[in-house]
């Protein structure tokens, strides 16, 4: 007798031959089984390294006298590893390289990325940390993302935000120390955070602002705490940033309103001074066919005003005199500009009691007037209707 089809269950083909493996069980501790351990001498089963490896960075001018201070603490960090450091005043420069006491392979790249912080302004005490396993580095070079420097500079300050908040904001949600100095972003943190701080920071430079995407973090973390939505896409809940390119058209319209919010402004500062400053429209012109006369030449100008019978020295004089008074004269002009923003809008006083009382009176006999207005009106139409 044939199975019934519908009591079968239906086995996905990509996980036809998939076999339970011994960690999936609930009783396994997951957290113990992936953690990694320190890395000891005893593991270190080959012995002695055959070849010696360094590394080298410059480091800026102004960093030397912090990094003479701090340099014997930078031996003392390193040494228990087996790295050898250096510091090279003269030439301006930090290196390490293994010995013969190191043993572990990959602490030689954790000295470069030690010495590279040091170099773009982190401190000891923050930069010692890159030395454990469970810490990562990551240099992200934002000085050739914009050429304008007053817009590279804004965008630079979008990173850090108002008193440090959008930064602060960056480290709490990635738990990463970010330091912006320079034309580099110097991030310290675990690999999976380095990955979201410089996408951050690189769309912070393409005009994308840090905040969207610290609202996606958020968002995401709060995703995070809800099982049933493990397997489910999270795509609709996550913001999504949409370029807005306006169009010439746009770009006047705002522009004009721009300029009469600032007309309107000044009106309000000072009305005498903008209904002057209007610019009278130049009567038209008549057209006529002949030349217009001939302009007198300097020389004619100067034996007019006699300026032309007047020594070198006079002339220098006159001519000096002349130019300290339109000088004084634009800078009464400008100071006069400059005192408008700063003119006090008229105010109105707060009206007294006699005046309340008054107001308050003249509307009760209004309203009287106009019931009594009413009242007439009704007994006209009564009277027209009989």
Same mark, same amino acid.
């Given at each position: 007798?044939?199975?019934?089809?519908?009591?079968?269950?239906?086995?996905?083909?990509?996980?036809?031959?998939?076999?339970?493996?011994?960690?999936?069980?609930?009783?396994?501790?997951?957290?113990?089984?992936?953690?990694?351990?320190?890395?000891?001498?005893?593991?270190?089963?080959?012995?002695?390294?055959?070849?010696?490896?360094?590394?080298?960075?410059?480091?800026?001018?102004?960093?030397?006298?912090?990094?003479?201070?701090?340099?014997?603490?930078?031996? $003392?960090?390193?040494?228990?590893?087996?790295?050898?450091?250096?510091?090279?005043?003269?030439?301006?420069?930090?290196?390490?390289? @293994?010995?013969?006491?190191?043993?572990?392979?990959?602490?030689?790249?954790?000295?470069?990325?030690?010495?590279?912080?040091?170099?773009?302004?982190?401190?000891?005490?923050? +930069?010692?940390?890159?030395?454990?396993?469970?810490?990562?580095?990551?240099?992200?070079?934002?000085?050739?993302?914009?050429?304008?420097?007053?817009?590279?500079?804004?965008?630079?300050?979008?990173?850090?935000?108002?008193?440090?908040?959008?930064?602060?904001?960056?480290?709490?949600?990635?738990?990463?120390?970010?330091?912006?100095?320079?034309?580099?972003?110097?991030?310290?943190?675990?690999?999976?955070?380095?990955?979201?701080?410089?996408?951050?920071?690189?769309?912070?430079?393409?005009?994308?602002?840090?905040?969207?995407?610290?609202?996606?973090?958020?968002?995401?973390?709060?995703?995070?705490?809800?099982? $049933?939505?493990? @397997?489910?896409?999270?795509?609709?809940?996550?913001?999504?940033?949409?370029?807005?390119?306006?169009? @010439?058209?746009?770009?006047?319209? $705002?522009?004009?309103?721009?300029?009469?919010?600032?007309?309107?402004?000044?009106?309000? +500062?000072?009305?005498?001074?903008?209904?002057?400053?209007?610019?009278?429209?130049?009567? $038209?012109?008549?057209?006529?066919?002949?030349?217009?006369?001939?302009?007198?030449?300097?020389?004619?100008?100067?034996?007019?005003?006699?300026?032309?019978?007047?020594?070198?020295?006079?002339?220098?004089?006159?001519?000096?005199?002349?130019?300290?008074?339109?000088?004084?004269?634009?800078?009464?002009?400008?100071?006069?500009?400059?005192?408008?923003?700063?003119?006090?809008?008229?105010?109105?006083?707060?009206?007294?009691?006699?005046?309340?009382?008054?107001?308050?009176?003249?509307?009760?006999?209004?309203?009287?007037?106009?019931?009594?207005?009413?009242?007439?009106?009704?007994?006209?139409?009564?009277?027209?209707?009989?």
């Amino acid at each position: 007798m044939a199975a019934n089809p519908e009591e079968q269950p239906v086995v996905n083909k990509n996980k036809r031959h998939r076999k339970e493996k011994p960690w999936d069980t609930d009783d396994i501790d997951h957290v113990s089984t992936w953690k990694i351990d320190p890395f000891q001498p005893v593991d270190n089963k080959g012995g002695v390294f055959t070849d010696e490896s360094s590394f080298a960075t410059l480091f800026p001018k102004y960093r030397e006298k912090y990094l003479r201070e701090v340099w014997s603490a930078v031996t $003392k960090f390193l040494d228990p590893h087996g790295i050898a450091c250096t510091l090279d005043l003269v030439h301006g420069s930090m290196s390490v390289r @293994t010995t013969r006491k190191t043993f572990d392979p990959y602490i030689i790249l954790k000295a470069r990325d030690l010495i590279k912080l040091l170099a773009r302004g982190v401190a000891i005490t923050q +930069a010692q940390k890159v030395l454990q396993d469970d810490v990562a580095c990551d240099i992200i070079k934002i000085g050739n993302l914009v050429r304008n420097k007053e817009r590279f500079v804004k965008r630079r300050q979008r990173i850090i935000g108002p008193d440090g908040s959008t930064l602060k904001a960056i480290e709490l949600l990635t738990q990463c120390y970010v330091l912006v100095q320079g034309n580099t972003v110097s991030v310290m943190g675990p690999y999976k955070s380095l990955k979201e701080v410089r996408r951050i920071v690189l769309d912070c430079m393409k005009n994308i602002h840090p905040i969207y995407r610290i609202k996606e973090l958020m968002i995401r973390r709060e995703l995070a705490k809800d099982p $049933k939505l493990a @397997t489910e896409s999270w795509d609709r809940f996550l913001p999504k940033f949409r370029k807005h390119h306006l169009k @010439t058209s746009e770009k006047t319209a $705002k522009k004009n309103e721009q300029l009469a919010a600032k007309e309107e402004a000044r009106k309000a +500062a000072d009305p005498d001074a903008s209904s002057s400053a209007k610019k009278e429209k130049p009567a $038209k012109k008549i057209y006529t066919p002949f030349p217009p006369p001939q302009q007198p030449r300097k020389v004619d100008l100067q034996l007019e005003s006699g300026e032309y019978f007047l020594k070198p020295h006079e002339r220098e004089a006159r001519e000096t005199q002349q130019r300290k008074q339109k000088q004084a004269e634009a800078t009464l002009k400008r100071r006069a500009e400059r005192a408008e923003a700063f003119v006090a809008p008229e105010e109105e006083a707060a009206p007294t009691v006699e005046e309340k009382r008054k107001r308050r009176h003249a509307e009760a006999d209004g309203e009287d007037g106009k019931a009594k207005s009413k009242k007439k009106k009704k007994k006209d139409n009564a009277a027209a209707d009989t």
